[in-house]
């Protein structure tokens, strides 16, 4: 009752200002063909307009509760990891809970070690960045160096997944998936590897790369020294014991020993009196030693071979030749002049 008396016979349907929406299709008008056509992608576009909602700012959370967040989830992980741990531990059989414990050490110690160094290694950048000490500069290092927050996301991800590869260890094993368990630490030292060689620029190509060229020139001194040579092949010196714990793993997963007491056996061919033991624990002070030389040669400096620490870091290393290849041959004179020995290096 509030339309006009023509409204219902008109050939078209007025909508938005009288402007034509939908035309009757038996009626053919030449005239307002053309008004058509542009009345069409009007009114659909004021239609389109009108139903995309408004942009709105996009919501995040604050960075203190993610920093909570992931810290909470890593105390979660962490507890997790331990109560399973400690449960597989426990099933096991008293007198073979030690020697297992104790391989499951000798597997994960060098990379729990080599964490431990990452980890501190951030905390040294950290007060480098704290004091203003360009370490950039000391170390030779390009623009994409690493920084202590780079240092500190690897060293999370380490303390992730090696105690989680330990856990699934020590779970396998206790309930009787031997096969299994033995795979954890090969997969882990494969990925390890791979990750370190990885050719394609991701996983910081350009660290990776400038820390298999430091390793190269510290095993081959065929140039001259830089402050990065010395600098690694000193820390590598601190990490005797963490290369004697490396060469009897890879030994024991060469030789299909792991998860089993095969290597229990001193006179085994990765047992306590291996030869190869006191030649990897030597070779960083002779690589040290052979860095000193190459010093000298280039300064014709003579301070460079009288360089106390790396001599007697060197006689503890000729020292622990001895005991090993003594212990080794098990020749009874040896037993004679241990403590002669003894008493001869020790000062």
Request: charged share 15%; with cysteine.
């Amino acid at each position: 009752m509030f339309e006009s008396p023509g409204a219902s016979h008109s050939p078209h349907l007025r909508k938005l200002g009288n402007r034509a929406v939908v035309s009757d299709l038996g009626i053919s008008d030449p005239a307002n063909s053309v008004q058509e056509g542009y009345v069409f992608p009007l009114v659909l576009g004021e239609m389109k307009g009108a139903s995309l909602p408004l942009p709105s700012a996009v919501i995040m959370p604050s960075p203190i509760l993610l920093w909570r967040f992931k810290v909470m989830l890593f105390f979660l992980w962490g507890f997790i990891c331990c109560k399973i741990g400690w449960n597989s531990v426990m099933r096991m059989s008293a007198d073979l809970r030690d020697l297992f414990l104790y391989e499951a050490f000798l597997y994960y110690n060098p990379l729990l070690l080599v964490t431990m160094i990452f980890w501190l290694w951030g905390v040294s950048l950290w007060v480098f960045s704290q004091g203003s000490v360009n370490y950039a500069k000391i170390f030779d290092l390009d623009q994409n160096h690493l920084t202590h927050k780079d240092i500190w996301k690897c060293s999370v991800w380490m303390t992730i997944i090696v105690p989680t590869s330990m856990t699934a260890y020590l779970y396998l094993y206790s309930h009787g998936e031997v096969s299994l368990a033995a795979s954890q630490p090969v997969f882990l030292y494969i990925a390890v590897t791979l990750v370190l060689i990885f050719p394609f620029d991701i996983f910081y190509l350009s660290s990776r790369y400038f820390l298999l060229r430091t390793l190269w020139r510290i095993a081959l001194p065929l140039q001259p020294i830089t402050f990065p040579d010395f600098f690694l092949a000193d820390v590598l010196t601190s990490m005797a014991k963490v290369f004697s714990d490396l060469e009897r793993s890879v030994c024991r997963m060469v030789h299909r020993q792991v998860a089993t007491i095969a290597w229990f056996e001193a006179d085994s061919v990765c047992g306590s009196h291996s030869a190869a033991i006191p030649l990897v624990l030597v070779f960083p002070y002779i690589w040290r030693l052979m860095q000193c030389l190459r010093q000298y040669k280039d300064t014709k400096e003579k301070a460079t071979l009288f360089n106390g620490n790396v001599f007697l870091l060197f006689m503890s290393s000729f020292r622990l030749i001895i005991y090993s290849f003594g212990k080794m041959l098990n020749i009874s004179i040896m037993h004679h002049f241990r403590g002669k020995l003894q008493s001869f290096f020790v000062p």
